[in-house]
Nanobody, 124 residues
Framework: VQLVESGGGLVQPGGSLRLSCAAS????????MSWFRQAPGKVREGVAG???????RYADSVKGRFTISKDVANNTLYLQMNSLEPEDTGIYYC???????????????????WGQGTQVTVSS
């Protein structure tokens, strides 16, 4: 299993970014996937999750601003981030695990596989 994130960068408050996670070695239909982020000095937190049947979940802090989606044909997970705030700054990771192993989409220890992360900085 391999996960490779891309799409991070520096953006002004109110701006948008789309993160991608290219996946290989497993089927999107049998795995749950989530996006996590980690800010300096803070614990890693779940941002959004999507399961094998495309049910989505979001942290309260990003509801209405972020959208998680997946392209099954191309084995790619996305996170569309709009109305970005400085508090959204951090390293963003995608994570994957067989759906039956995932107790909660936002619980980091539920996930077996992680990407290397991509930096998102929201600043003027």
């Amino acid at each position: 299993v391999q996960l490779v994130e891309s799409g991070g960068g520096l953006v002004q408050p109110g701006g948008s970014l789309r993160l991608s996670c290219a996946a290989s070695g497993f089927s999107f239909r049998t795995y749950s996937m989530s996006w996590f982020r980690q800010a300096p000095g803070k614990v890693r937190e779940g941002v959004a999750g999507i399961d094998g049947v495309s049910t989505t979940r979001y942290a309260d802090s990003v509801k209405g601003r972020f959208t998680i989606s997946k392209d099954v044909a191309n084995n790619t997970l996305y996170l569309q981030m709009n109305s970005l705030e400085p508090e959204d700054t951090g390293i963003y990771y995608c994570a994957a695990a067989p759906w039956q192993n995932v107790r909660s989409w936002s619980l980091a220890r539920s996930f077996d596989y992680w990407g290397q992360g991509t930096q998102v900085t929201v600043s003027s």
